[in-house]
C-alpha cells in the first residue's frame, strides 16, 4: 500500500487522539501520523504509537478519590461505605505492563504490514450509520503466521486489568475517508471465553465482540454465527469478517474457561487457520496450565511466543513494597498510616503477593476498622486478623497456589523454551527499570510529604506531586519540593485534621529535611 492522506502536525510526544478519551469513546475518524517505516499504510499510521515506560508509569496508576477527614465525618454511614468499596478500583502499574503495550502495538504492525487490499462492495453499519466499504484486507501469502502474544499467570495477578488498560489507548474502530473511499478498520476484539465453553461458544463470542465494538445495539454478526451449524462453516464466516472489516488482532481472554473435553485439537487447529489464511494478530491470557493444554504441540504455541509472564512480580519484594505502599495513599485512617515492615509483609504474607487479593485484603481492613467503634491499632497481627476473619477464600486460593508454585516454576521455564521465546531484550530490561524506578520516586515523594505534613490528605498530596511532574520534575528531591510549593500555594486547602493554620513553604521544607533526617516519629 502507498497511499497518500495528510498528516497531522504534533508537538513533540503528543498522539493524534490526545484530545478523546478512547477509554470511552471507542470509534473515531481516523487520524494519521508519519512512522516513516510505514509510509502509506493507513492501518498502520492512523494507530497511536504505545506509550513509553514513563508514561505507563504515570497513566496506570489510578487511587480512588477520598475526602478530608472532616468531610468523610459529615457523610451518610452509607456513603462513608460507599467510599470503602471505591478503594477496591486501585490500579498500579506493573512492570510486565511496559512489554505488554509493547508486544501488542508490535502485533498490530505485524497484522497490517503482511496484508493487502482487496476490492468488495460491502454495507457496514457502524454506530447506526451506514457506510459503503470498497476494501477489505487479506494475507499477502498464506501460511506465513503473524506471532501473536501470550500474557500468563495465576488468577488474580491481574491479565485482564492490564490488558484492558492497554486497550483504552487504542481506539478499537477507526473509520478511513480519504480519495473518495471508504475504509472500516476494527483494531481488536476482546473476547471473553465463557465458563465451560467450546469452540462453538468461542465463535459466537467473537460476533457478538464485533456487534460490541460496532455499537450498533444489535446482534447481527452473534445472531449470523449461531445461524451455521458447522464449525467449520463458522471458522470460515470469522475469516470472511477479519478481511471484510480489516480486524487487526483477537485477544482472547480466561483461556482456562475453554472445556478441553469437549474440544477437539482440529478446533484448535481451525482456529489457528484463521490466523494463517488472513494474518489477523492473536494474543491469549490465562493460566501457564491452560497454555500448556492447549497449545501442546510446539507448532501451535509457536504462534503466541512473545511470552510474557504476568505473575513474577508476585515474588519480587521490592515491587510488591511498591504495591503495598501506593495502596496506603488512598486511605480512611486517623490518624494516616504510613505502613511500615511488619504492616507490608503481613500483605504480602496473606496474599502471596497477588495484586487482587492486596487490594481486596486491603479493603476489607478498611471496612473492619470502620465499623469499629474503638478503633484499633493498624499493625501486622491486624492486618493477619481481618483476613483469618473476613476472607476464607484468599486463604483457600492462595494455599493452592503455593502448593503448585514450585510445580508452575519448573513448568514456566519449560514452556519458555518450548515457545522458542524472544525473551527479554536488554532494551526490554532498561525499559522496566525505567518503569519501576519512576514508580518508587513518585511513592516516596508522597510519603515523604505526607510524613512531614499530616494536615493534607493523601488525594490533595498526590495531585500535587502529579502536577510537579507535569512541571518536569523528575528527581525525588525536585518533586518533593515542587509539591511543597503547589500545596502551599493551594487555596481553601483542607487539614486531616481540621487543626491550625497552613504552614509556610519554608517551613515545610525544612519539616521535609527533618523527617528525611530522622526518619518516621
Not at 244 to 257: H, M, T
Not at 288 to 296: C, I, K, P, Q, S
Not at 347 to 359: K, R, T
Request: glycine fraction near 6%; charge should be negative; include cysteine.
Amino acid at each position: 500500500m502507498d497511499y497518500i492522506y495528510e498528516y497531522e502536525s504534533l508537538p513533540t510526544g503528543a498522539r493524534q487522539y490526545d484530545e478523546i478519551d478512547l477509554s470511552r469513546n471507542k470509534i473515531v475518524k481516523a487520524k494519521y501520523v508519519d512512522t516513516y517505516a510505514y509510509r502509506g499504510n493507513p492501518y498502520i499510521e492512523a494507530l497511536p504509537f504505545c506509550k513509553t515506560p514513563e508514561e505507563i508509569a504515570e497513566a496506570f496508576n489510578t487511587m480512588p478519590e477520598i475526602p478530608t477527614t472532616e468531610e468523610f465525618h459529615r457523610l451518610p454511614t452509607q456513603a462513608q461505605y460507599m467510599l470503602v468499596e471505591r478503594l477496591r478500583d486501585y490500579r498500579i502499574a506493573l512492570p510486565y505492563h511496559v512489554n505488554l503495550e509493547s508486544e501488542f502495538s508490535r502485533t498490530l504492525r505485524e497484522s497490517y504490514a503482511s496484508r493487502t487490499e482487496y476490492a468488495q462492495n460491502e454495507e457496514v453499519t457502524v454506530e447506526g450509520e451506514s457506510y459503503k466499504v470498497v476494501r477489505g484486507l487479506r494475507a499477502f501469502h498464506a501460511g506465513e503466521a503473524v506471532i501473536g502474544f501470550s500474557l500468563l499467570g495465576v488468577a488474580g495477578c491481574g491479565k485482564s486489568t492490564a490488558m484492558n488498560m492497554v486497550l483504552d489507548g487504542f481506539p478499537q474502530v477507526i473509520i478511513h475517508e480519504f480519495g473518495g473511499e471508504t475504509r472500516i478498520q476494527i483494531v481488536y476484539l476482546f473476547v471473553t471465553c465463557e465458563a465451560n465453553s467450546n469452540f462453538n461458544a468461542l465463535y459466537q463470542a467473537i460476533g457478538r465482540a464485533i456487534d460490541g465494538a460496532l455499537q450498533n445495539g444489535t446482534m447481527t454478526y452473534e445472531e449470523e454465527i449461531l445461524s451455521i451449524r458447522s464449525l467449520g462453516q463458522k471458522s470460515l464466516k470469522v475469516r470472511e469478517w477479519i478481511q471484510k472489516l480489516s480486524i487487526g488482532a483477537i485477544v482472547f481472554d480466561e483461556i482456562q474457561n475453554i472445556d478441553l473435553r469437549s474440544t477437539k485439537e482440529n478446533s484448535i487447529e481451525a482456529l489457528l487457520t484463521i490466523n494463517n489464511e488472513t494474518h489477523v494478530g492473536m494474543g491469549v491470557l490465562g493460566t501457564e496450565e491452560a497454555f500448556r493444554d492447549l497449545f501442546a504441540r510446539d507448532r501451535t504455541a509457536r504462534r503466541f511466543s512473545a511470552y510474557i509472564p504476568a505473575s513474577q512480580y508476585c515474588d519480587n519484594k521490592k515491587t510488591l513494597q511498591r504495591i503495598v505502599k501506593g495502596i496506603f495513599v488512598s486511605q480512611l485512617f486517623e490518624p494516616p498510616v504510613f505502613p511500615d515492615d511488619e504492616i507490608i509483609d503481613a500483605f504480602i504474607e496473606m496474599s502471596n503477593g497477588v495484586i487482587a487479593y492486596i487490594v481486596l485484603l486491603y479493603y476489607y481492613v478498611s471496612k473492619d476498622y470502620l465499623q469499629k467503634q474503638d478503633k484499633p491499632q493498624i499493625c501486622g497481627s491486624y492486618v493477619r486478623n481481618v483476613a483469618e476473619r473476613r476472607s476464607k477464600i484468599i486463604f483457600d486460593s492462595i494455599n493452592r497456589h503455593r502448593e503448585s508454585k514450585q510445580t508452575n516454576e519448573v513448568q514456566r521455564r519449560k514452556l519458555i523454551r518450548e515457545m522458542n521465546t524472544f525473551g527479554d531484550s536488554s532494551e526490554q530490561r532498561e525499559d522496566n527499570s525505567l518503569f519501576e524506578e519512576k514508580s518508587t520516586v513518585r511513592e516516596t515523594s508522597i510519603e515523604r510529604i505526607a510524613q512531614a505534613h499530616p494536615e493534607y490528605n493523601s488525594s490533595s498530596i498526590e495531585r500535587a506531586v502529579t502536577e510537579a511532574e507535569a512541571n518536569g520534575m523528575k528527581k525525588e528531591e525536585e518533586i518533593v519540593l515542587e509539591a511543597v510549593k503547589i500545596l502551599a500555594r493551594k487555596k481553601g486547602k483542607s487539614s486531616t485534621s481540621g487543626r491550625g493554620k497552613a504552614k509556610s513553604v519554608e517551613s515545610m521544607l525544612k519539616d521535609l529535611e527533618e523527617s528525611e533526617c530522622h526518619g518516621e516519629p
